[in-house]
């Protein structure tokens, strides 16, 4: 609804290479351009695209691409 605030987190395409978890194929993963594409009429958009250890377990422990979107519609 109008004012209401989106945040995600997830991995980009890169991560596969990784192999430090999230899902095993690039087509599962975000970009910034799907993102946009998804989001891009809301009010406020704005993607982050980073890379960071993380150290969330067994399924995600080291070096990973990620990517933040913060929306406002």
Do not use: C, W
């Not at 991560?15 to 594409?37: C, D, F, H, I, R």
């Amino acid at each position: 609804k109008p004012g209401g605030l989106l945040l995600l987190e997830g991995y980009t395409p890169t991560q596969v290479a990784y192999g430090t978890g999230g899902p095993p194929a690039a087509e599962n993963m975000y970009t910034a351009s799907l993102l946009e594409a998804a989001f891009g009429g809301f009010e406020r958009l704005e993607i982050d695209i980073y890379e960071e250890a993380l150290d969330e377990g067994t399924g995600h422990d080291g070096r990973s691409a990620l990517i933040d979107l913060v929306a406002i519609k």
